[in-house]
């Protein structure tokens, strides 16, 4: 009996860590990628195909918009709008960090927009994996305060 209650306790952590899973083999090459699948999603001016990078709790902190971005339906809204402007960015510079089911992108990039203005800004993203693929956890975007 005694033997039974020990192992109960054993089992159901062990089985609290199956179901946490694995923590995806993620290498600096494979979070850079996430940035260009989301900015390949801008080229596809869909703000659906946008917002389907972020986790559902996701938080965005625009560039563009005073206004924090918690939901999807926000996000949306937000996407609908700034993918008026058919913004393409590119990285400048980036420091990565990866964890066991999260990782950090930081740095700075420039987005050029449709009629050919360009905007340098900071940014932030942090990534969850979510048992299947990396999901955006949150993003914040800032216009550098300095011109060149």
């Not at 971005?69 to 996000?75: F, G, H, V």
């Not at 700034?82 to 964890?99: A, C, E, M, W, Y």
Request: charged share 20%; with cysteine; net charge positive.
């Amino acid at each position: 009996m005694k033997k039974t209650l020990m192992i109960l306790p054993l089992a159901g952590l062990l089985l609290a860590a199956c179901d946490r899973g694995e923590c995806p083999n993620a290498t600096e090459a494979d979070i850079a990628a996430l940035f260009d699948r989301w900015n390949a999603s801008l080229a596809t001016l869909d703000p659906q195909k946008v917002a389907a990078n972020y986790a559902d709790n996701a938080v965005l902190l625009p560039t563009v918009s005073n206004e924090v971005r918690k939901t999807n339906a926000q996000r949306v809204a937000y996407f609908t709008d700034f993918l008026k402007l058919r913004p393409q960015g590119v990285i400048d510079s980036r420091t990565i960090k990866i964890n066991c089911n999260t990782a950090i992108d930081a740095g700075v990039y420039t987005f050029t927009f449709g009629d050919g203005s360009t905007v340098q800004a900071r940014y932030t993203y942090t990534y969850v994996w979510d048992g299947r693929k990396w999901r955006i956890s949150t993003h914040h975007s800032s216009a550098m305060p300095e011109s060149k």
